[in-house]
């Protein structure tokens, strides 16, 4: 019997048995788009953490005072290296010799030391507290992640400009500050040289800002940050950096070290392995619905073949065999799993995207959306789509195995008499 002939048997064969077909299709619809929507947001939610550590510098590693055991990314900002936040103690441990020692370690491609502190800027009329950062303008542009919204980083030929944060031109001036605009900060005039898209710091160099911010002091850093040559080899950095330093600072337990080395690989890892567990947990759940589902298909194929044993009594009797009968109704389960693949593919897609508009972002298939709130997003890809489809077949083909298989060994003359 040719293969098409055996679809259109098992085709009609779900056709006349609608009700209870599509009960059993809406059992794979739901447990396909609940697999498909965990995928979709896990996948979602790994492109997001890699575009926002992308952000941070992922190729950067941050050394500031204070030992901390949770090492994160550090305290860097959209604006660049923000050090709002701060750190586990106030010492000012980092000098400008463990920038020196630094410069030694190899991998390492730019080496920036920055201080930090708070300061009143005034422009025109109106004066504000901000955060003040001081930067070696000679490497700040090679290693700053801000993006520029209009006029330029810092040159090493600057003395009194400075380039300011975004947050600080939009919402702490309301009517802004114009590029090149004169300002005064702490009693000195600037130069605003540059405005970033984003952030809430002024940078400025780093001998101008010793003699502006309060106990500065003539060495020392808040923070030292280092750019990598070879990502790939940045946990082994991380610890050539340790331990060189620990031997600078005369420190012999790692536990009593006064320095947090970090950097956003780390980060990654940890929550990779979070989101990992956390989508196997949950596919695990999703799981039970596509067995629901497989045993419903198991039921419903036992039912046709019940239903149809005359009629393969009489395919028999004129020359159909065992295997034409068992690939009709392999087909006809194989049919219920791709309507119901196709079915949760679209639910999945739909209420990953309602999950996605909850978070503030949008979701394309094929595609990336804007990212919002972590977690939050969510990409259906088409490999993610074409294997729902298939392990929707592959699941229907197996439940309805065994009732083909009875059905090909159906003796003719049993199966007319059958009533």
Do not use: C
């Not at 048995?17 to 059993?24: E, P, V």
């Not at 441990?93 to 300061?119: E, H």
């Not at 239903?307 to 395919?315: A, D, F, L, V, Y």
């Not at 999945?348 to 804007?370: D, H, K, W, Y």
């Amino acid at each position: 019997m040719r293969i098409i002939k055996s679809f259109k048997l098992s085709l009609n064969i779900l056709l006349h048995s609608r009700l209870r077909s599509w009960l059993t299709i809406i059992g794979i619809i739901i447990g396909i788009a609940a697999v498909v929507s965990i995928i979709s947001i896990s996948e979602g939610a790994q492109q997001q953490l890699e575009s926002r550590l992308g952000t941070f510098g992922a190729d950067i590693i941050t050394i500031s005072p204070g030992f901390s055991r949770a090492q994160g990314p550090g305290s860097f900002g959209r604006g660049g290296f923000d050090r709002e936040s701060s750190t586990a103690t106030n010492t000012k441990n980092l000098t400008s010799k463990d920038v020196l020692m630094l410069k030694n370690i190899p991998n390492i491609k730019y080496i920036l030391g920055q201080i930090s502190g708070r300061g009143d800027l005034t422009y025109m009329t109106k004066t504000a507290t901000i955060n003040i950062v001081g930067v070696d303008t000679s490497v700040w542009k090679d290693l700053t992640t801000g993006q520029l919204a209009s006029g330029r980083f810092l040159t090493s030929g600057d003395s009194y400009s400075v380039v300011l944060g975004g947050n600080i031109v939009s919402s702490t001036f309301e009517n802004g500050i114009p590029l090149n605009s004169k300002i005064t900060i702490e009693g000195k005039s600037f130069k605003a040289v540059g405005i970033l898209a984003e952030g809430r710091s002024v940078y400025m160099p780093l001998d101008i800002a010793r003699t502006i911010i309060e106990d500065a002091g003539v060495d020392k850093f808040d923070s030292i940050s280092v750019k990598l040559e070879d990502i790939s080899l940045s946990n082994k950095t991380v610890n050539t950096i340790t331990s060189k330093l620990m031997l600078s600072h005369g420190i012999i337990d790692a536990n009593k070290r006064d320095f947090t080395v970090s950097s956003p690989t780390s980060m990654q890892e940890t929550v990779q392995q979070t989101m990992n567990t956390m989508t196997i947990f949950l596919g695990a759940i999703a799981a039970i619905s596509l067995i629901v589902g497989a045993v419903g298909i198991a039921n419903t194929m036992f039912t046709s073949v019940l239903e149809k044993t005359r009629e393969i009594g009489i395919m028999k009797a004129i020359g159909a065999k065992d295997r034409d009968i068992m690939i009709i109704f392999l087909l006809n389960s194989a049919l219920i799993g791709l309507i119901g693949g196709l079915g949760g593919v679209f639910l999945g897609f739909f209420a990953s995207t309602t999950i996605s508009s909850l978070g503030g972002i949008q979701t394309g298939v094929g595609g990336r959306g804007f990212l919002g709130g972590f977690g939050s997003s969510s990409y259906v890809s088409p490999q993610l789509i074409i294997g729902a489809l298939l392990f929707s077949v592959l699941i229907g083909m197996i439940a309805g195995a065994i009732p083909a298989y009875r059905a090909s060994k159906l003796n003719p003359v049993d199966a007319l008499r059958y009533e």
